[in-house]
């Protein structure tokens, strides 16, 4: 018999600096029987994403900002307990825009079921999860459009969306060269996950590195980091290129951000410069579990490493978004509730 209320975190006050306790309040919930078309999930792990925290702040963004009285908005995996929607069954693992609570009713078209025979729920939370390999996956095949021998670079290369980034423009046929920090993680980029050559941003003059280790100039670029990376690449890339815009790793500690300086490379060069936000490619989320489900079964697809999983549930959250803001942590954060 499946609980009558329920147990939700809502904002109680938008973040200024950092996130605390101060922010959040655990409330108790009636649960909303599914109508036609919905299911009712109970939320079993989250993923933790640095976005969280502007998704809470007032203003115009990409997404509606969450508003005070709501559930944050995250990401993650639950298990059908109710449904009403026909491609749903109760006992099927599944993802989506869940939220922090330990039970939501959803339309069941939002919801995309998941194999946890051979891949587990929190890698379905984690590293294969919406904002990292599927965030990597969309952004590179919807938008970046890879093509068979075509040069791709990506920044943040060793990181859940650009690692995954990599490894599916090599399976495009790309040349792939990656940015890494380290040398050691700019090897393993090349003995374990495949790409063709890796810069080390920590080192290196990335300019000069550019134009050595993509001698015919860049294609395509999948952008993670923003900031001086992205200016100094926009000089290398080949007339009519592609850029796409996902991440902003090098800035995200800037609090003026300088904007892009570079804009001449984008008019001398006639590139395409797209933002991509996960959000707004929904209806491919199937498509990126059944290929990326695929690729990983049959080890095509490799992940950087395992979770790191937080216990704490409900009460849990804001420390554990606290530790993933202050960079303490270790590996793709994910929250079990
Ligand atoms: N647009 C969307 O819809 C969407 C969705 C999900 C995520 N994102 C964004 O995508 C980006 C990547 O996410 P992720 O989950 O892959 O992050 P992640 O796992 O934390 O990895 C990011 C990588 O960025 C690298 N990095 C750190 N500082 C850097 C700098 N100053 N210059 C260059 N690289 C630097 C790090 O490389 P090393 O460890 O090798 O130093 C790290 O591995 C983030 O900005 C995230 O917010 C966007």
């Not at 792990?45 to 925290?53: C, H, I, K, N, T």
């Not at 559930?71 to 109760?90: Q, W």
């Not at 940015?179 to 090349?190: D, H």
């Amino acid at each position: 018999m499946m609980q009558a209320v329920f147990r939700k975190l809502i904002l109680r006050k938008r973040p200024v600096d950092d996130v605390g306790r101060r922010n959040f309040q655990v409330v108790n919930a009636d649960l909303q029987q599914p109508k036609p078309g919905q299911v009712v999930v109970e939320v079993k792990y989250l993923s933790m994403d640095v976005a969280m925290r502007g998704w809470m702040l007032a203003g115009h963004s990409y997404v509606p900002s969450i508003r005070v009285g709501d559930v944050p908005r995250a990401c993650g995996v639950g298990i059908v307990v109710n449904s009403r929607a026909k491609h749903l069954e109760v006992g099927d693992t599944v993802i989506g825009q869940l939220g922090v609570q330990e039970i939501v009713t959803l339309p069941g078209k939002d919801l995309v079921r998941v194999d946890v025979r051979k891949i587990t729920p929190v890698t379905w939370a984690g590293y294969l999860g919406l904002t990292s390999a599927i965030t990597g996956y969309l952004g590179l095949l919807e938008v970046g459009k890879p093509r068979k021998g075509e040069t791709v670079f990506v920044s943040g290369a060793s990181g859940s969306v650009g690692s995954v980034v990599g490894q599916v423009a090599k399976l495009k046929g790309a040349r792939v060269v990656g940015l890494a920090g380290g040398r050691a993680n700019c090897r393993r980029l090349i003995n374990e996950f495949g790409f063709d050559d890796c810069i080390d941003y920590r080192a290196s003059d990335l300019g000069k590195q550019l134009r050595k280790k993509c001698s015919e100039r860049i294609d395509l670029y999948f952008d993670n980091a923003g900031g001086d990376v992205l200016d100094t690449t926009l000089d290398w890339m080949a007339p009519h290129g592609r850029v796409v815009l996902c991440g902003s790793m090098a800035t995200r500690n800037v609090t003026e951000q300088k904007g892009l300086m570079n804009v001449r490379s984008v008019l001398i060069d006639r590139l395409s410069v797209q933002g991509f936000v996960l959000f707004d490619h929904e209806c491919r989320y199937a498509e990126a579990v059944k290929d990326l489900t695929r690729w990983h079964s049959s080890g095509r697809l490799r992940l950087w490493s395992s979770e790191d999983l937080r216990e704490g549930g409900l009460v849990g959250f804001s420390r554990t978004l606290a530790d993933l803001l202050a960079g303490s942590h270790d590996g793709k954060m994910v929250l079990q509730l």
